[in-house]
């Protein structure tokens, strides 16, 4: 098993700190470690935010373990020396177009929603986002008109083969869960998502056992602080699933719970390779001061257990082990509580 650690930028280093910890203890076979600069540490180190040497131990790794970017030193650079585009240069290397960012209500922190506790209590759901297509990837400029004045323009086109690998992701995903699935989009204005539809109901012919349905993502807006709970999987594009997954995030109380996975089509010996990082970012103002909550970067590492590795009992193991820990009481700034970054590690430690 080779896994490469990228810790990046600000609390990145702390917080995969508590997670190596946490792999140390379980009962893995022997994995090869190794280690890379990314994100404003790369840039500071090797002129990029994505040296050449880490890409190449990405590539060679069945799976990389991602702490977080973004360095305010680094504000003033050209686009595409900063330390962002790491994270947006790996997704594209390493084919890496399905992200899955689940969203669970934890016992006990039903207070800490910004939702009334018996409706965030419901909160269950998976959200499967296309990465490396829509309006993000698409032509974009700044350009002056024959009148003087300035225009922003920025292309958003799916093509039916990126849809439909998306489509069989989600498909996928919700057959292991509740077998629903939403697809969201804006087919009532927009041609791209028009497309999306259309290809998401061929691909669900496949897929008999799981009930489709459909909706807009203006409404699906509303209905995730309405009624989370009707959810089980939601699958929609790069734009819309990076704002909902957002939003998902603060419904359950803090962005410092939340885990992800980027998944691609290359398999490993055991299951797919991925990308798995914890949602929140680096938080430079508290960085070094151990006060950042690990939680999301350990359950990001169940996931990479779970998906590249096939190691069920220890992803569930580790899951249990965070559950347990919240239960107790133990909980990060973030979560109102007073425990640091290695007391909180410490904590999932000793209940797993």
Same mark, same amino acid.
């Given at each position: 098993?080779?896994?490469?650690?990228?810790?990046?930028?600000?609390?990145?280093?702390? !917080?995969?700190?508590?997670?190596?910890?946490? %792999?140390?203890?379980?009962?893995?076979?022997?994995?090869?470690?190794?280690?890379?600069?990314? *994100?404003?540490?790369?840039? &500071? &180190?090797?002129?990029?935010?994505?040296?050449?040497?880490?890409?190449?131990?990405?590539?060679?790794?069945?799976?990389?373990?991602?702490?977080?970017?973004?360095?305010?030193?680094?504000?003033?650079?050209?686009?595409? +020396?900063?330390?962002?585009?790491?994270?947006?240069?790996?997704?594209?290397? +390493?084919?890496?177009?399905?992200?899955?960012?689940?969203?669970?209500?934890?016992?006990?922190?039903?207070?800490?929603?910004?939702?009334?506790?018996? $409706?965030?209590?419901? !909160?269950?759901?998976? @959200?499967?986002?296309?990465?490396?297509?829509? $309006?993000?990837?698409?032509? &974009?400029?700044?350009?002056?008109?024959?009148? *003087?004045?300035? /225009?922003?323009?920025?292309?958003?086109?799916?093509?039916?083969?990126?849809?439909?690998? !998306?489509?069989?992701?989600?498909?996928?995903?919700?057959?292991?869960?509740?077998?629903? +699935?939403?697809?969201?989009?804006?087919?009532?204005?927009?041609?791209?998502? /028009?497309?999306?539809?259309?290809? $998401? !109901?061929?691909?669900?012919?496949?897929?008999?056992?799981?009930?489709?349905?459909? %909706?807009?993502?203006?409404?699906?807006?509303?209905?995730?602080?309405?009624?989370?709970?009707?959810?089980?999987?939601?699958?929609?594009?790069?734009?819309?699933?990076? @704002?909902?997954?957002? /939003?998902?995030?603060?419904?359950?109380?803090? @962005?410092? #719970?939340?885990?992800?996975?980027?998944?691609? =089509?290359?398999?490993?010996?055991?299951?797919?390779?991925? #990308?798995?990082?914890?949602?929140?970012?680096?938080?430079?103002?508290?960085?070094?001061?151990?006060?950042?909550?690990?939680?999301?970067?350990?359950?990001?590492?169940? %996931?990479?257990?779970?998906?590249?590795?096939?190691? =069920?009992?220890?992803?569930?193991?580790?899951?249990?082990?965070?559950?347990? $820990?919240?239960?107790?009481?133990?909980? *990060?700034?973030? +979560?109102?509580?007073?425990?640091?970054?290695?007391?909180?590690?410490?904590?999932?430690?000793?209940?797993?």
């Amino acid at each position: 098993m080779k896994i490469a650690i990228l810790a990046g930028d600000g609390i990145g280093p702390e !917080i995969m700190g508590e997670a190596r910890k946490v %792999m140390n203890a379980l009962d893995l076979p022997d994995c090869t470690i190794m280690e890379g600069d990314v *994100g404003g540490a790369g840039y &500071k &180190k090797h002129g990029h935010p994505l040296p050449p040497e880490t890409l190449d131990m990405a590539k060679a790794a069945d799976a990389v373990l991602f702490g977080a970017v973004g360095d305010p030193d680094c504000d003033n650079l050209e686009r595409h +020396l900063r330390p962002e585009q790491a994270i947006l240069g790996l997704r594209q290397a +390493l084919g890496l177009f399905a992200n899955l960012r689940p969203a669970t209500m934890f016992p006990g922190l039903e207070d800490l929603s910004a939702l009334r506790p018996e $409706v965030a209590r419901a !909160i269950d759901l998976l @959200i499967v986002r296309e990465l490396n297509g829509d $309006v993000y990837f698409g032509e &974009k400029a700044i350009r002056t008109l024959e009148d *003087g004045r300035r /225009q922003g323009y920025d292309f958003m086109s799916y093509a039916e083969d990126e849809v439909r690998r !998306i489509a069989h992701a989600g498909f996928r995903a919700a057959q292991t869960r509740k077998k629903r +699935l939403t697809s969201v989009d804006k087919a009532n204005v927009l041609e791209t998502s /028009q497309l999306w539809r259309d290809v $998401v !109901i061929e691909v669900a012919r496949d897929y008999p056992d799981v009930e489709l349905s459909h %909706m807009y993502v203006d409404n699906a807006a509303m209905q995730l602080v309405r009624d989370p709970g009707q959810f089980d999987v939601i699958v929609t594009g790069n734009l819309f699933g990076d @704002i909902l997954s957002d /939003q998902a995030s603060m419904c359950v109380g803090s @962005i410092g #719970l939340l885990a992800s996975a980027s998944l691609g =089509e290359e398999r490993t010996e055991w299951g797919t390779k991925g #990308l798995y990082e914890p949602i929140h970012g680096s938080a430079p103002d508290i960085a070094g001061q151990g006060k950042a909550n690990p939680m999301a970067t350990i359950l990001s590492l169940a %996931m990479m257990l779970r998906h590249s590795f096939g190691r =069920e009992a220890d992803a569930a193991r580790v899951e249990k082990a965070v559950a347990r $820990v919240l239960e107790q009481g133990i909980k *990060g700034a973030d +979560l109102g509580g007073s425990a640091g970054t290695a007391e909180i590690g410490d904590a999932v430690l000793a209940s797993l």
